[in-house]
């Protein structure tokens, strides 16, 4: 067989999803998003807040698949603290970051409205501008969130 017919072989398998290639990841879907937050929010409630921070920002763990992830977020009304990152596996550097007034490049807070929209409106999707980790191109997205008790809400977001 040539090269070349191998060449496209393999890069129809990982078209299909038959074979995974290091570095590049299957698009979650929204129902799988909303199945990761769902099992997120059942850990939180078995095991608390702590083992949930532990389990959430592990790279390797049960609540990444693909290109989905569970972050999770502390909301308070005290200044100066309102929309802290308490997990975040892909980007660590995020925890303990007062989130509250991050915009996307159209303006939007996106994450004070995924806080409201966890928090007083019973959970559900928050749309926004964002840069997809491969293409680096600004593009839709999509995150689904929920309160898991009083002042936390876990969600993990979807590129369009």
Request: proline share 4%; hydrophobic share 45%; charged share 25%.
């Amino acid at each position: 067989m040539s090269k070349v017919v191998v060449r496209v072989l393999v890069l129809i398998a990982c078209f299909v999803g038959l074979v995974t290639v290091p570095g590049i990841y299957a698009a979650g879907t929204a129902a799988e998003a909303e199945a990761l937050v769902k099992k997120a929010a059942t850990f939180v409630k078995a095991n608390g807040v702590d083992q949930a921070i532990k389990s959430f920002n592990k790279k390797d763990g049960e609540f990444i698949k693909d290109d989905l992830y569970v972050f999770m977020f502390r909301v308070s009304d005290k200044e100066g603290a309102r929309v802290v990152t308490l997990a975040h596996p892909v980007n660590p550097g995020l925890i303990g970051k007062d989130l509250y007034d991050l915009k996307d490049p159209n303006g939007k807070q996106f994450i004070a409205a995924m806080a409201t929209k966890a928090m007083k409106e019973n959970g559900g999707w928050t749309d926004y501008k964002w840069s997809h980790p491969q293409t680096k191109k600004i593009g839709n997205k999509s995150s689904y969130a929920v309160a898991v008790g009083p002042d936390i809400f876990v969600g993990c977001g979807i590129y369009k």
